[in-house]
């Protein structure tokens, strides 16, 4: 019986870290951008999701492309952040 809180622990770390790995949690002044050069830190970290973690991983990057925080930044915005900030709060 002692598998089942390990493997409790372990689902949390698992699902805990993924939702660490968005390029939205960690770099939230790129939202709004609409193309540029694909961050690889941020895509890589969502690869490692889609991988161990399918829904997870296709969550993040579908986040991602959708905010345009997997963009490294090119002060080209198709919303700025000051105006995104007041639409999403």
Do not use: H
Not at 12 to 37: D, V
Request: aromatic share 8%; charged share 15%; with cysteine.
């Amino acid at each position: 019986m002692r598998m089942k809180p390990l493997a409790c622990a372990l689902l949390t770390a698992a699902l805990t870290s993924q939702l660490a790995a968005c390029g939205t949690l960690f770099y939230p002044e790129r939202r709004g951008q609409i193309s540029g050069e694909i961050d690889s830190g941020v895509a890589i970290l969502n690869g490692i999701g889609l991988l161990f973690y399918l829904v997870p991983g296709v969550i993040a990057f579908a986040v991602d492309f959708a905010t345009g925080a997997i963009y490294l930044p090119d002060a080209r915005y198709s919303i700025a952040p000051e105006q995104l900030e007041q639409a999403v709060g």
